[in-house]
């Protein structure tokens, strides 16, 4: 049996360019997460790096559910669990509209490898 487990983060992320520093600056909301990156090529790149040691950094100091937590997110059970939640008029977390200051929106897909504790004494 492979040891290997995969977890994608699939995250939506804001972007602009902050013509008083000189640097695009990207923002995920639902990390509560900024980076920056000379130009906007390296965005993408930078955020992802940035929302990657965020993640990480987390899950190895044992915090990384209750960060999730922290900011807003709940365990979804489906893709019509949103439809649900506001049928039942329960309270949820969405984002209904981009913030002014960013005119760029990108997703950016952080891959997280673990590997299973018994694999590594084998």
């Not at 939506?12 to 520093?21: H, K, Y």
């Not at 993640?55 to 100091?61: L, N």
């Not at 900011?71 to 939640?85: F, Q």
Request: aromatic share 6%; glycine share 8%.
């Amino acid at each position: 049996m492979n040891g290997n487990i995969k977890i994608e983060f699939a995250l939506e992320c804001l972007g602009r360019r902050d013509e008083e520093t000189g640097v695009c600056v990207g923002y995920i909301p639902a990390l509560r997460l900024y980076s920056q990156a000379p130009d906007e090529k390296g965005l993408e790149k930078a955020t992802m790096s940035a929302a990657e040691l965020f993640i990480v950094t987390c899950y190895e100091r044992g915090i990384l559910g209750q960060a999730l937590r922290d900011r807003g997110m709940i365990h979804a059970a489906g893709a019509e669990s949103l439809e649900r939640a506001k049928a039942s008029q329960r309270q949820y977390i969405a984002v209904s509209k981009i913030d002014a200051q960013f005119d760029k929106s990108f997703t950016v897909k952080v891959p997280i490898s673990l590997l299973a504790a018994q694999q590594i004494a084998a």
